[in-house]
């Protein structure tokens, strides 16, 4: 049997420091090392959310950015074409319908029996529309060429909509009633 | 066999207990190396996390107000307006682009002989598809039949249907005429 007794004491020199060495370490792990594992976690966590949150604040102010941008590059685009694409002003759009497309018809052979224009504004839009209905005889192909030049042309008409008639009797021409539509700007104080 | 030891200090085996405490004291050298590396690691771990989280609120926080004083300046009145006059311009720019050329060549190699369009009016959907009403006269309801047939079969229409339809005194038939176009 080992007299644990003895041993200690003849080797209370090397025991004692050992066994403190060792209490020490116990001490430090539980009163040390773990809760700053703890604390690591908790920061980590934070990091975590914290990039998170950093990540959904550049979305915002992306998105903002964004906005700012969309509405600064629609706003540019729609001054080029109200100025650049639309009649400036009744008198041009009164212009591009009345004179262009008497000579557009006269090109075309096609009779001009009537026309009619009536400014309409658009209370929830910044445009006024000017509409326009005409009415058009000759035979079909120069219709089908003269629509195609209309709405092949530089001019902003819209072809609103169409109604042909002919007359049952022999040889009558086609009648072509055509409801279009320009839009311009009013200026300002107009 | 005398088993009684009578020895005044008895023997034990000195090099097992000084091996065992040297074992012991190896454990207590390798728990501090741990405990000490674990306290440095830890303690610079912390330390990043904290700084970078620090950094990421920072920066978060600046990025808000950035985002909320951009917002400012926007006025919702103003956004309303050009957003309306953008949806306004896509419209017009739609039926600008529509090309009536493109459905009459359409329709004319649909159109049965006994059949004549009368009037034409597209209409676009918010969806920004394109219906097309068309007033259509014919002899027989058979003709009007086969047009719209005609019309769903080369493609260029669908969901064409007969809206409407009235005989006149010289036994025509007058037919109001609607389908969904498909340009090319």
């Known amino acids: 049997m080992i007299p644990f007794k003895r041993v200690f004491d003849e080797n209370r020199g090397l025991v004692i420091p050992v066994a403190a060495a060792l209490v020490l370490n116990v001490i430090a ?22 990039a998170s949150e950093l990540l959904a604040a550049q979305r915002d102010d992306q998105a903002s950015a964004a906005m700012l941008q969309g509405r600064d590059r629609t706003d540019t685009a729609l ?62 192909q120069n219709v089908r060429r003269f629509i195609y030049q209309l709405e092949s042309g530089p001019d902003f008409i819209v072809i609103d909509s169409m109604t042909l008639n002919q007359d049952p009797e022999a040889g009558a021409p086609l009648q072509l009633s055509l409801s279009l539509s320009t839009f311009y700007q009013p200026e300002h104080g107009a | 066999m005398l088993r009684t030891n009578l020895s005044t200090k008895p023997f034990y085996n000195e090099r097992a207990v000084h091996s065992a405490v040297a074992l012991v004291g ?41 985002a909320a004083s951009l917002r400012k300046t926007i006025d919702p009145k103003q956004l309303d307006a ?35 369009i009368t009037a034409m009016r597209p209409r676009v959907e918010k969806d920004g598809a394109v219906t097309v009403v068309m007033g259509v006269v014919g002899r027989r309801v058979e003709d009007m039949d086969r047009f719209m047939a005609n019309l769903e079969a080369n493609g260029s ?17 007058l037919a109001t005429i609607e389908g969904r176009y498909l340009p090319k």
């Open chain 1, 29 to 50: 792990y539980v009163a040390i090392v773990y809760p700053l594992g703890v604390r690591v976690r908790n920061a980590g966590r934070r990091e975590e959310t914290a």
């Open chain 1, 79 to 140: 001054k080029a074409f109200y100025k650049d694409v639309l009649p400036n002003s009744l008198a041009s759009a009164n212009r591009i319908t009345y004179l262009r497309l008497a000579q557009l018809a006269e090109q075309h052979h096609l009779r001009y029996s009537h026309r009619s224009a009536e400014p309409e504004t658009n209370p929830q839009g910044p445009l006024t529309r000017l509409r326009i209905t005409t009415v058009l005889e000759g035979d079909y």
């Open chain 2, 26 to 66: 190896l454990v207590a050298v390798v728990l501090t190396l741990f405990n000490v590396t674990q306290i440095v690691l830890l303690s610079r771990r912390q330390s990043d996390l904290n700084g970078r989280a620090a950094a990421a609120e920072q920066q978060a926080r600046q990025l808000r107000s950035h």
């Open chain 2, 82 to 116: 050009i957003s309306g006059a953008a949806r306004e311009a896509n419209v017009l720019i739609g039926q600008r682009l529509f090309s009536w050329t493109d459905l009459l060549n359409r329709l004319e190699t649909t159109l049965p002989d006994d059949v004549r």
């Open chain 2, 157 to 173: 229409f669908a969901d064409v249907y007969a809206r409407e339809e009235n005989g006149t005194q010289d036994g025509l038939r």
